[in-house]
């Protein structure tokens, strides 16, 4: 089936750290994960040039509201979903799960942020997260046949 192949169907990411300078510790804006079909997500974060610098460790964080209660994820072995650089063109990539709802009726996390803490005087970073979305449809416009070639 030729739809599997095509990500943009399956795929989720969105960037939680656009690409910049950072020169300080600070977060950024949460992001929206309601789509996935799972609670393991990937985060990737890579570093362009660095001045006078040491390390950059970036932290994924979850919330219910994308405004309060933020908690850092978990990898699933149950160790803090964290990816430190400690050089110029450089990265890295971990899993880490999302919380679990404080009980049945409490609101479940759906928010994912980015918080970096940055030793060293800047450098030029993003990280971007990644999952799975529910597969699509077979009748989404795709076909299992491979085309004609004349």
Known sequence: MSYLNDLSNCMFHEDVIRPQSITTDTSGTGVDVAVLGSNIINGRVSLGAVNTFTSLAVSFQAS???????????????????????AASTDGIIAF?????????????????ATWDITGTSALACATIF??????????????APPTIN
């Open 64 to 86: 219910t509201d994308n405004s309060t209660g933020w908690v850092t994820c978990t990898q699933p072995d149950g160790t803090a979903a964290t990816v430190t650089l400690t």
């Open 97 to 113: 799960q999302l919380p679990t709802a404080a009980s049945a009726t409490a609101a479940p996390y759906r928010y994912v942020r």
């Open 131 to 144: 999952g799975l979305i529910q597969m699509p449809s077979p009748a989404s416009g795709y076909v299992a």
